[in-house]
């Protein structure tokens, strides 16, 4: 039997090649993303190790951050500045050094902020080379208040070298001017990649970034004493207020953080490959298909001469057994290529990756070969149950392509029924303020199911439609709307691989497009201001600036909108303050309670949903905190009473506090936006100049319109959504090869009818031409039904997003219609080389009559 | 020679050889066959399995290539053209009937019998065209799908797909082959007609010597070559020429 199955594979090897590569593509996505994780984790943890070399015991704060906590979210945990004195007399220490990090934005010649790498920090300088954490890699380190140590990276971006002067901006937000004595190199371990960082002499860099305390601190022992030993003294003489660890722990615990950190970013994109494969398991699973069709002759033979229902069976099992593992091989190969490009542009983007060799793991490969082979015989299980209902009386008869189906029996019913209400009901039962993401994407597996035994019915009426513009054109797109609808299950299961790729990209796009349209609705119907005054980066508006736009006296509303992490009964939330007429004019909907009174200090407005979720209600106190910034420092927490909910404003924040308790509490806070009306005495152009001079000393500041703002809150939106476009763009790939695939195998088993064409008078080019239709039907049914469903997926996402302030349901269209155009250009490309093939059909076969 | 006004279709010195020519591998299908057909004959080609039948009727239908000699239809040498022109000449000067697999499983009866002139945008000419149906008796058929009709209809709805566009000539390749006799002979019975009254040329590759009866000459092969022409045939001197052919 095995030898069976090897001559037939080698008979119809071509057959498979493209499905092949659709697997291989699959597990490419798999391997790649693990070499490329395991090598980024392993670069990571070198990173750390150098940097952590020297130390001997490291003091932390006690409430545990990673070191790659989210710079931007403003204030965390640190150890107070006279801790490091304290430390300093311990006996056994030799050297000491504090990482403080805060803001500090360099310009470019131009005087505006650097935006062309990541985020901007300004740190303190070690004291003694033997840390780390920083290096410097050419020049010196700061000496003096007037000089700076700038990454290397971004010297090279701004054209700088050492000698030359640089003006940097730090968080009283005026720009200072400093001379560049060095060149430094910040690990990516250390949160920096593709950030800028200027290194200052310490107490410079406390006044530069503001910041009150340091991250961690770092000790070096005296020759003799040992980790263990050191850490004790310096836990005895600081008590429990921080933690201390020895260089071994830490080194340790970084590891364990960095494992940690690349699994969440493994995760993300091994789910992105886990469609790729589903879509490469229905090629796979279409191809088998076809091919039982196409061999139901030899199967009947193989039945009539005493093959078993078994032994039929476990030859189609064994021959995809064989083609997984194959494909597999070949998917490794691709995937260390895809993991190399990765890597390469990691580097080149200089996101300061050490260099490190790709990690390619025996466990790896095993993985890659499992997945790859799993899912190409699980895809071959349902089409090897049908070659064993092939009747060894078929042996007799001619097999026709046509009609093929295996029509719409009670139970095929049943199961596409049955998997719509249930798929339908978990969605439905799971969305809302508790949504399971799990059980949605269950939910939408089921809808799958349903639509694959129901799209058969689609294909004829949708291939009518699509090709009704063709309808006068020519015989050949007359054709080739009848070779796609000839054999429906086909038609729908090739283009379902392809349903699947669209459903997502559509959902996602018309999702950010409803999250950009309600954002921006919002915006421009509750907010007619003129100006918004922000700041580049992640860098806040300082307090003072409102203080002289005031003293221009050209505004009539001057309004303040700041955000902070706080705690409200325990529970923590990203905080609004804001001026209480701002909350006011812009007129939101009252769900209960009245905002009138929120002019009066010490009161609260929660959204809708926030208060629900947490059984808030009207005129009840609740406790207001705000984090403690340094570990010695105490929680002002105040009581605040709730006076109202408000829904449908995604604007604002769940809770939301007028500005007076923000200053009140923590001073230190910024405007993230300050929002202008023109007084109506003066000339707008007036207002504008006077308020250009004011922001003029302070360089990161910039007044926009509207519009301009909306920009600037909706750009992440469509950044993560090129993002998902982009993760998705494998599966589309695999979608297009299947389309190739499909059409390849209709052309083997068609030899004799295109043969016929050309006999009866079809050129060459009218083959090439009927097949390119059909590959364009192909797709644009996969398309049209993938941009429907996920229409219809994505407005029921919008309507359980309506609380969370998604209140406009917007399709993108021209986007849409552009992803249709596409697919059906790709659907054309992906038939070249099978139309080249069949084009290249002499007559003569289909006269005669082997075969 | 040239090509004159009462000629269909003329192949001169035509010979084929499969394979590299002088590889020991490489057969001779048909060596230098010259054979011309006057136009509003039926001619029928015999021989033994393997003798060039059917290579010389690709050949002489522009399907395939002569590796030397030439084919020309109506006036046209057909070695002079390349393969859009040939397959245009095909469209519009050309018919065909073939054992099996005559017709599109995607098209209807009648779509089949209008392909050729869908193909080359001709006008549908529905006197003919409802001639034929009636000829044929395939009225009732016209919006079934070939699986839908029995073997012996579809080689009528064949048959009428090659009379539709008043060929130069018919080329014909054991179209009975998979018939009864009695649909196989109501068949010839037509094609014949369609000679003696309507002026088709017809040249039909048959190992039935009934069939053959039908034509007006029998061409008999062997070896790739013409050995014996027999003239207003009947079954028995077709049957007594074939023996001399193998003895
Ligand atoms: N494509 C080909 N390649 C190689 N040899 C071929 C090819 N087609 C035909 N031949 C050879 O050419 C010779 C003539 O074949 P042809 O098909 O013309 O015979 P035929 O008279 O039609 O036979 P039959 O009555 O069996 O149909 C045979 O020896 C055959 O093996
Ligand atoms: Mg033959």
Partial sequence: MFKTVLSGLKSHSRR??????????????????????????????????????????????RVKTSAFSDRSSGKRPELPLSMLNEIKSVPGVEAISGQLIGPAVILDSSGHAFSGRGSQFGVAMPSDSRFKWIEVTSGHAPINGQQVAVDSNTLATLNLTIGDTIKIVGISGLAETYTIVGEINVGLAKGFQSSSVAAFVLPTAEIVTGATGYREIDVIAKPGISQTQLATNIANAIGPSAVVETGAQKTLNDENSVIQ??????????????????????????????????????????????????????????????????????????????????HTLFKSIGAGLPSTSLQLSLSTIIYGILVGTVTTVVASLLPARTATKVSPI????????????????????????????????????????????????????????????????????????????????????????????????????????????????????????????????????????????????????PPTVVTSITKTNSFQSIYELRTANMEINGISVNAAGLTPNLLISSNPTVSSGSITNFTNGNSVVLSDSFAKKHK?????????????????????????????????????????????????????????????????????????????????????LRAQNVGYYVNKLTSNVNKALALFTALLALALLISFIGIANTLSLSIFERTKEIGLLRALGLTRTQISRMLKFEGILLATIGALSGITIGILASYGIVLVLHAQGVTVFSVPISLLVIYFVVAGLAGMFASTIPARRAAKTSPVVAISYEG | MDSNAFEAVAIINGTKVYGTVGLESSVTAISNISLSVAKGKFIAIMGPSGSGKS???????????????????????????????????????????????????????????LLPLT???????????????????????????????????????????????????????????????????????????????????????THDANAASYADEVVLLKDGQIVNIVYSPTQKSVIDALELLGS
């Fill in chain 2, 55 to 113: 290579t010389l009727l690709h050949c002489m239908a522009g399907l395939d290539n002569l590796t030397e000699g030439k084919v020309s239809i109506g006036s046209v040498d057909l070695s002079r053209l390349g393969d859009n022109d040939l397959t245009k000449l095909r469209r519009s000067y050309v018919g065909f009937m073939f054992q099996s697999f005559n017709l599109l499983p995607t098209l209807d009866a009648k779509q089949n019998i």
């Fill in chain 1, 16 to 61: 498979l090649i493209a499905s092949s590569l659709a697997v291989a593509l699959g597990v490419s996505f798999v391997i790649g993303t693990l070499v490329f994780t395991n090598t980024l984790k392993l670069a990571m943890i070198q990173s750390f190790a150098q940097g952590d070399q020297n130390i001997s015991v490291a003091v932390l704060p």
């Fill in chain 1, 261 to 342: 950190r690349a699994s969440a970013f493994e995760n993300a994109l091994l789910s992105f490959a886990v469609i790729s494969i589903i879509v490469a398991a229905l090629v796979i699973a279409n191809t088998f298909r076809v091919l039982v069709t196409q061999r139901s002759r030899e199967l009947a033979l193989l039945r009539l001469i005493g093959a078993s229902k078994k032994q039929v069976f476990f030859s189609i099992i064994l021959e995809s057994g064989v083609v997984g593992f194959i494909a597999s091989i070949v998917g490794i190969f691709i995937g260390l290529l895809i993991a190399f490009i990765l």
């Fill in chain 1, 394 to 541: 078929a042996a007799f008869g001619s097999y026709s392509d046509t009609n093929v189906g295996k029509g719409f029996t009670k139970k095929r019913i049943a199961w596409a029924i049955g998997s719509l209400l249930l798929g339908g009901f978990l969605i439905l039962a799971n969305l809302g303020a508790n949504a399971s993401l799990p059980m949605i994407a269950i939910g939408g597996g089921l809808i799958l199911v349903s639509y694959m035994i129901f799209g058969p019915l689609f294909v004829k009426p949708l291939a009518t439609f699509l090709s009704f513009p063709f309808k006068s054109f020519s015989v050949t797109t007359n054709l080739g709307k009848l070779n796609t609808i000839r054999n429906p299950s086909r038609a729908a299961s090739t283009s379902a691989a392809l349903t699947i790729g669209l459903t997502l990209v559509t959902l996602f796009s018309v999702v950010a497009s409803s999250l950009t349209a309600s954002i921006s609705s919002t915006i421009l119907k509750n907010f007619p201001y003129d100006f918004i005054v922000t700041s580049a980066g992640a860098n806040t508006v």
């Fill in chain 1, 616 to 700: 808030f209600t009207i005129g009840s106190v609740v406790t207001i905190s705000v984090p403690p910034t340094t570990i010695t420092s105490k929680t002002p927490s105040f009581p605040c009473t709730v006076i109202a909910t408000v829904s449908g404003v995604n604007f604002f924040n769940s809770v939301n506090l007028p500005v007076s308790v923000f200053t009140k509490y923590d001073p230190s806070i910024g405007d993230d936006a300050i929002f202008l009306k023109a007084s109506k005495i003066v000339p707008l152009s007036t207002a504008a100049s006077r308020l250009q001079s004011t922001i003029d000393s302070y360089p990161l």
């Fill in chain 2, 119 to 205: 193909l080359s945008n001709s006008k549908i000419d529905t006197d003919w065209f409802n001639h034929l149906v009636d000829l044929l008796q395939i009225k009732d058929r016209l919006n079934h799908k070939p699986f839908e009709m029995s073997g012996g209809q579809q080689q009528r709805v064949a048959a009428a797909r090659a009379l539709i566009s008043k060929p130069t000539v018919i080329f014909a390749d054991e179209p009975t082959g998979n018939l009864d006799s009695k649909s196989g002979n109501s068949l010839l019975e037509i094609l014949r007609n369609s000679v003696h009254e309507l002026g088709q040329t017809i040249v039909m590759v």
